[in-house]
């Protein structure tokens, strides 16, 4: 049975106002995120409902049309041949600097943790885990270091610290001990001579030796850390709980099923003749609104597609014909209930060869992609997922659960990442991999 998520059960309960959409961030987070009921019990008692769709959603409204960037706008008309490169160059360079992803200027409010300003709080006979945040910005990556680290300190009876300035608290209000940047720096420098570091990116290594000098309590340990093993399945209840998006990012990501649900409601109801334009809207009785959300992610960012040193590496981005494959697969299991809410760093791209015009009406839905952290708890609410290449896809597929695919000619067979990725460490045994 398809997946009902949380704000969706609300919103068809009861009416709920753009007001209390837009600004309950001060409520409680049981009340954003509400219950979920396993996916085999998603079932609504009352078909013969009102369901009342704000005329903002229809037209993919101001709150939407707030977030996008100028620059996708001022170039989303026909395009001359002869610019159509250099176009291509300004999507991808606004789709990343979009929302300012590297900065603390997103339009929701974050937590508000204790922060050690000063040593003296750091008790020694407690065993602490420090380590370089700074690898990456990309907050697949992050994610990944993170739930490692953070399952590694639980095994050793030790507390992680994480910077203040760590991009992860955009996201999520993690339990760490945050510590500034400069005490981070310090004990790294501190305690360097017995830092244990790992240079591969998605390797498990289970002989860990840590906390070998007897005369600190701080362990350094370095690295990417990308592998399941390091936290799945014996902590995979911490770190989802850790991974628990901010209540307002929830909301967003909610807003926009429904706006994809409300798009596939009307496409359907509309061709037999029962759904009319008023904003009141009535679904017959014994319609089955029970769709099945797909989450598309398509990475197609410049240290990819761009970049010949990250390629020459094994780098490599999933191609039309795999998500094509991936989406074929899930017409074929959910039939017309299945609704693709897709993700991209490139919507040009995406919207080019993903079209809408080759699928049923209403079957996808694109984000606007104004916030990574956005896209990813949209994806995480989805019932499956298509995966593309890097991390974000993982996680992505890992937070919603169910059913996932992922492009198996990454990386490229042979190159030098290949030899550094084992899969079977990497990707779920579970997932499907597809060409």
């Given at each position: 049975?398809?997946?009902?998520?949380?704000?969706?059960?609300?919103?068809?309960?009861?009416?709920?106002?753009?007001?209390?959409?837009?600004?309950?961030?001060?409520?409680?987070?049981?009340?954003?995120?509400?219950?979920?009921?396993?996916?085999?019990?998603?079932?609504?008692?009352?078909?013969?409902?009102?369901?009342?769709?704000?005329?903002?959603?229809?037209?993919?409204?101001?709150?939407?049309?707030?977030?996008?960037?100028?620059?996708?706008?001022?170039?989303?008309?026909?395009?001359?041949?002869?610019?159509?490169?250099?176009?291509?160059?300004?999507?991808?360079?606004?789709?990343?600097?979009?929302?300012?992803?590297?900065?603390?200027?997103?339009?929701?409010?974050?937590?508000?943790?204790?922060?050690?300003?000063?040593?003296?709080?750091?008790?020694?006979?407690?065993?602490?885990?420090?380590?370089?945040?700074?690898?990456?910005?990309?907050?697949?990556?992050?994610?990944?270091?993170?739930?490692?680290?953070?399952?590694?300190?639980?095994?050793?009876?030790?507390?992680?610290?994480?910077?203040?300035?760590?991009?992860?608290?955009?996201?999520f209000d993690l339990d760490a001990v945050v510590v500034t940047p400069q005490i981070n720096d310090q004990l790294l420098g501190e305690n360097a001579r017995f830092a244990v570091e790992f240079k591969d990116c998605c390797s498990y290594h289970s002989d860990l030796q840590l906390f070998m000098n007897p005369d600190s309590n701080v362990q350094v340990l370095?690295?990417?850390?990308?592998?399941?093993?390091?936290?799945?399945?014996?902590?995979?209840?911490?770190?989802?709980?850790?991974?628990?998006?901010?209540?307002?990012?929830?909301?967003?990501?909610?807003?926009?099923?429904?706006?994809?649900?409300?798009?596939?409601?009307?496409?359907?109801?509309?061709?037999?003749?029962?759904?009319?334009?008023?904003?009141?809207?009535?679904?017959?009785?014994?319609?089955?609104?029970?769709?099945?959300?797909?989450?598309?992610?398509?990475?197609?960012?410049?240290?990819?597609?761009?970049?010949?040193?990250?390629?020459?590496?094994?780098?490599?981005?999933?191609?039309?014909?795999?998500?094509?494959?991936?989406?074929?697969?899930?017409?074929?299991?959910?039939?017309?209930?299945?609704?693709?809410?897709?993700?991209?760093?490139?919507?040009?791209?995406?919207?080019?060869?993903i079209p809408k015009s080759s699928a049923k009406k209403g079957e996808i839905f694109f984000s606007d992609g104004a916030f990574r952290e956005v896209d990813l708890a949209l994806l995480s609410q989805c019932n499956e997922t298509i995966g593309s290449t890097g991390t974000f896809s993982w996680w992505g597929s890992y937070l919603a659960g169910g059913q996932?695919?992922?492009?198996?000619?990454?990386?490229?067979?042979?190159?030098?990442?290949?030899?550094?990725?084992?899969?079977?460490?990497?990707?779920?045994?579970?997932?499907?991999?597809?060409?």
């Open positions: 049975m398809a997946r009902w998520p949380s704000g969706l059960r609300r919103w068809f309960k009861a009416p709920v106002s753009s007001e209390a959409l837009d600004h309950s961030t001060n409520a409680s987070e049981s009340t954003i995120l509400g219950t979920s009921p396993s996916p085999g019990t998603r079932k609504h008692a009352n078909r013969n409902r009102h369901v009342r769709f704000r005329a903002a959603l229809r037209s993919r409204g101001a709150k939407r049309r707030r977030w996008a960037h100028p620059l996708i706008a001022v170039f989303s008309v026909a395009e001359p041949a002869s610019l159509s490169a250099h176009l291509h160059v300004v999507r991808l360079l606004s789709a990343r600097l979009r929302g300012g992803d590297v900065t603390f200027d997103q339009p929701w409010k974050i937590a508000d943790p204790h922060i050690v300003y000063d040593r003296k709080e750091l008790r020694r006979t407690q065993r602490y885990i420090v380590s370089n945040f700074t690898y990456s910005k990309g907050l697949g990556n992050l994610m990944f270091q993170y739930a490692s680290l953070r399952s590694i300190a639980t095994q050793h009876k030790a507390k992680l610290l994480i910077p203040s300035n760590s991009l992860l608290r955009r996201a370095q690295g990417y850390f990308q592998s399941f093993r390091y936290f799945h399945p014996h902590n995979e209840d911490l770190i989802r709980e850790q991974f628990r998006f901010l209540p307002e990012i929830s909301i967003r990501a909610e807003q926009i099923i429904q706006e994809a649900q409300f798009e596939k409601i009307n496409a359907d109801v509309n061709n037999d003749g029962f759904l009319g334009v008023d904003q009141v809207q009535v679904v017959p009785e014994g319609y089955d609104d029970n769709y099945y959300y797909v989450g598309v992610h398509v990475r197609r960012g410049m240290d990819i597609t761009w970049n010949s040193r990250n390629i020459k590496h094994g780098h490599t981005v999933a191609t039309k014909e795999y998500f094509e494959h991936a989406m074929d697969h899930f017409r074929a299991k959910h039939k017309d209930k299945v609704v693709f809410i897709v993700c991209s760093d490139d919507l040009a791209w995406t919207m080019k060869n996932s695919t992922y492009f198996s000619n990454w990386p490229y067979k042979g190159s030098m990442l290949d030899k550094m990725v084992d899969k079977k460490n990497y990707f779920l045994e579970e997932w499907i991999p597809m060409e």
